[in-house]
């Protein structure tokens, strides 16, 4: 998966391209207020790098592509919504984006953040 041959050559698409277009259609999704690191050292190299893709796991198995999304969710929505809205929006943005078909996209809810009292 991920590469295809055409008479002009080869295209390979990387996981942390997909991984991209994965983040940026998260954050569009109602209710996300962040994206949460994997574990401890995908935190740490977030800081550090800044890399966009950080809470997003791509795996590619032959055709399939599993996506997994960890969100920090706002508090006071209700998560089963917000959950499922990211997992529509992001399958939505990739398969748009590529052309290919995913098999699932899994979205954990890391933690709740309160944005205002106001």
């Known amino acids: 998966m991920g590469e295809d041959t055409t ?3 080869g295209i390979h698409i990387s996981p942390n391209a997909v991984a991209t277009i994965a983040y940026y259609a998260t954050l ?3 209710g996300v207020v962040g994206l949460a690191p994997k574990n401890l050292t995908d935190g740490i190299v977030s800081t550090i790098t800044r890399e ?3 809470g997003i796991t791509v795996r590619y198995k032959g055709e399939d592509i599993d996506i997994d999304i960890n969100v920090i969710v706002e508090y006071g929505t209700r998560i089963n919504s917000v959950a499922q809205s990211v ?3 992001v ?3 990739v398969e748009k984006a590529l052309g290919l078909r995913i098999k699932s996209v899994n979205v954990h809810v890391a933690g709740l953040r309160i ?3 106001d």
Do not use: K, W
């Open 115 to 117: 944005s205002s009292m």
């Open 28 to 30: 569009e999704s109602y």
């Open 87 to 89: 997992g529509n929006t």
């Open 91 to 93: 399958r939505f943005h």
């Open 7 to 9: 008479t002009l050559g």
């Open 52 to 54: 966009p893709s950080h």
